[in-house]
């Protein structure tokens, strides 16, 4: 092989290799982009169901609503993802703000309630959140009494009762 002929062969590694790092660093950020997008749509679903539930609530409150919708999506029962246990319909519209055409209307309140969905689903990805409601599922305002409460309760707050 001649010498022109391994310098070509050389160079022509060279580029592909350089070419191949660049290709797959495009797809990283792809990846990233669209990992953040749902992150994001999944962040919202968390922060307006906590906000609809929640709003005139402690944090601590809105945080507990944060912590059952987690929960749920760790149960074997419901979906996997926030978005779809706020819109699941299996046994009954659980979350009817979903449907009824609900809009925030307290922008300061949704932001300061978004803050803490964020933080929320952060140490929830992380792995390293804490429960607040003991593992609860299912949750109730203090002011109804719905045929299923007969269940242990597992916390209370001022606006909620959660079960297991």
């Given at each position: 092989m001649s010498l022109i002929n391994?310098?070509?062969?050389?160079?022509?590694?060279?580029m592909m290799k350089k070419?191949?790092?660049?290709l797959f660093a495009i797809l990283a950020l792809l990846l990233a982009s669209s990992?953040?997008?749902?992150n994001n749509t999944q962040v919202t679903?968390?922060?307006?169901?906590?906000y609809f539930e929640a709003r005139g609530g402690k944090p601590t409150e809105q945080i507990n609503v944060g912590n059952a919708i987690l929960n749920r999506t760790e149960h074997d029962?419901?979906?996997?993802?926030?978005?779809?246990v706020v819109s699941d319909r299996k046994h009954a519209i659980q979350f009817p703000w979903y449907y009824d055409g609900s809009s925030v209307r307290d922008y300061k309140t949704y932001k300061q309630i978004e803050k803490r969905a964020q933080d929320l689903y952060s140490t929830y990805v992380a792995g390293s959140r804490t429960d607040t409601t003991n593992g609860a599922v299912f949750f109730?305002?203090?002011?109804?009494?719905?045929?299923?409460?007969?269940r242990k309760v597992s916390v209370n707050d001022s606006l909620h009762r959660y079960y297991k």
């Open positions: 391994k310098l070509y062969d050389y160079y022509r590694d060279k070419l191949i790092t660049f990992t953040a997008k749902a679903c968390l922060a307006k169901a906590m029962k419901f979906p996997k993802t926030i978005c779809k109730h305002a203090k002011t109804i009494n719905p045929r299923w409460s007969y």
